[in-house]
């Protein structure tokens, strides 16, 4: 590998950080390395303080974690995917070089077919269960829904009849009476 193109925050005539030289532009927020990493790099200590730039940033997302039951289902599921994937090449393979394996090579990719199909559904039955037992999804028809629905409501009609004796009081409770 050449020099130049080891040296990450080198300008090389020609470079995208020559091109843009003159501009105001933002880069990536990377670490300075240190002087020996610089050398190491291509980069000279005359001076020139070259940067490292990370290929990404990793960044929060937003996504909560799977829980832990769904989690190992689904990588039972993959793994047992994975293998029925492979019996059925074997079994393929086998069927095209006429070979007596061919047979019950067919024979373990249907069976293994049918474990991979009960895996996916395991996955998909231990999230509705953990769902269920643990958190309640939030759809139109949610019970979570419809009980925000009615403390909010609840909290609306507190607020109105507070304005409504707030508003009473301020213009006085003698008044009613004497007009």
Known sequence: ?????????????????????GHDVPGPRGARTSA??????????DGEDAEVHP??????HGTR???DPV?????R????????LTLAMTAVLFTLSDSWLAFPAV???????????????????TRQVWNQRNGVVSVPSSTARQLRRERRRE????????????RIRRRGAGSLSEA
């Open 155 to 166: 909290r609306k009609a507190a607020k109105v009849a507070a304005r409504a004796t707030a």
């Open 107 to 125: 024979l373990a990719s249907v069976a293994s077919t049918v474990a991979a199909t009960w895996a996916v559904l395991d996955v998909w039955v």
């Open 55 to 60: 290929l990404w940033t990793d960044e929060p």
């Open 1 to 21: 590998m050449d020099t130049d193109e080891r040296r990450v925050g080198a300008s090389a005539p020609g470079s995208v950080r020559e091109s843009f030289a």
């Open 65 to 67: 974690r799977m829980a």
């Open 77 to 84: 599921a993959v793994i047992v995917v994975s293998v029925t």
């Open 71 to 75: 989690r190992t289902a689904a990588v």
């Open 36 to 45: 020996p990493a610089r050398r190491e790099s291509g980069g000279g200590t």
